[in-house]
T-cell receptor, first 114, second 119 residues
């Protein structure tokens, strides 16, 4: 069965600090997809990134970066120079190749303090 | 692109009534739509997956007769909570994705959610 673990339930940082959100997954599939979503207080989930299991290149998008390591089944997310607007719940998710069994992690609540 | 809307955003109803929630993909055709339920400070729980023109596939433990899902077109899916009770109060979120030939995994784009309160 597929499973996603986000060990950090809540994190608080001060603005401009860097913060890394951990995501560890379990799957028996050799092909799979990993996602990160952001859920601000308004409730709407915002898609951040999708990564397939064959692409282990790290990705950077502005202040966001992702570190995918198959060897440790991790897909961590780093926010550089955090801002108050980054405050949200962040979900890591995993799916099978055809989008089946889309599983969300429990989420990490990030609070960025001014 | 990839905008999904939900209506209503918030609904309060009396126990025993039925409530319909609409999910629309505004700028793409969604071959698959998903319905989730989210309890306060919890993760999303998948309720069902629906493909246009076919019956929805419900997750284990989700009552089909309680949560009626209709995916009538490539841009619209509805969730009807029948005979709602206070324990059905929750945040309901839909998502939509489109398929590509060859079976590439689809990114799910989420609606803004509907907060249901049953009195």
């Amino acid at each position: 069965a597929q499973k996603v673990t986000q060990a950090q339930t809540e994190i608080s940082v001060v603005e401009k600090e860097d913060v890394t959100l951990d995501c560890v997954y379990e799957t028996r599939d050799t092909t799979y997809y990993l996602f990160w979503y952001k859920q601000p207080p308004s409730g709407e989930l915002v898609f951040l990134i999708r990564r397939n299991s064959f692409d282990e290149q790290n990705e950077i998008s502005g202040r966001y970066s992702w570190n995918f390591q198959k060897s440790t089944s991790s897909f961590n997310f780093t926010i550089t120079a955090s801002q108050v607007v980054d405050s949200a719940v962040y979900f890591c998710a995993l799916s099978e190749p055809l989008g089946q069994n889309f599983v969300f992690g429990p989420g990490t609540r990030l609070s960025v303090l001014p | 692109g990839a905008v999904v809307s939900q209506h209503p955003s918030r609904v309060i109803c009396k126990s025993g009534t039925s409530v319909k929630i609409e999910c629309r993909s505004l700028d793409f055709q969604a071959t698959t739509m998903f319905w989730y339920r989210q309890f306060p400070k919890k993760s999303l729980m998948l309720m069902a997956t629906s493909n246009e023109g076919s019956k929805a596939t419900y997750e284990q433990g989700v009552e089909k007769d309680k949560f009626l899902i209709n995916h009538a077109s490539l841009t619209l899916s509805t969730l009807t909570v029948t005979s709602a009770h206070p324990e059905d109060s929750s945040f309901y979120i839909c998502s939509a994705s489109w398929g590509l030939a060859g079976g590439v995994a689809d990114t799910q784009y989420f609606g803004p959610g509907t907060r249901l309160t049953v009195l």
